[in-house]
């Protein structure tokens, strides 16, 4: 099992920035992707970046605004968030994919706003 934790959410004004982290304990080791998805209200889960190894992944509305990174060494996954805009609002959500098995690991959510 994997546990995933978010840190680093919260109000900020449009053009704003803000780094998110997300911290993995447990079976480190079976973690191959990691990322952040996002869900704004009314609206489905959505990806926003994902990172496997030098390869990235990611959402056309946040391309060259959000930058995600990794540190193995803490095993931790951030996401850089830059020029945020109101259209940024949701909740985001860490995720993990177990190299083996396929299994989907979540973090509970940390509250992004962009509001002025």
């Known amino acids: 099992q994997v546990q995933l934790v978010e840190s680093g959410g919260g109000l900020v004004q449009p053009g704003g920035s803000l780094r998110l982290s997300c911290s993995a304990s447990g079976s480190i080791d079976s973690i191959g992707i990691m990322g952040w998805y996002r869900q704004a209200p009314g609206k489905q889960r959505a990806l926003v970046e994902l990172?496997?190894?030098?390869?990235?992944d990611y959402a056309d509305s946040v391309k060259g605004r959000f930058t995600i990174s990794r540190d193995n060494a803490k095993n931790t996954v951030y996401l850089q968030m830059n020029n945020l805009n109101p259209e940024d609002t949701a909740v985001y959500y860490c995720?993990?994919?177990?190299?083996?098995?396929?299994?989907?690991?979540w973090g509970q959510g940390t509250q992004v706003t962009v509001s002025s």
């Open positions: 995720y993990a994919k177990n190299r083996w098995s396929g299994s989907d690991y």
């Open positions: 990172i496997r190894g030098g390869f990235t």
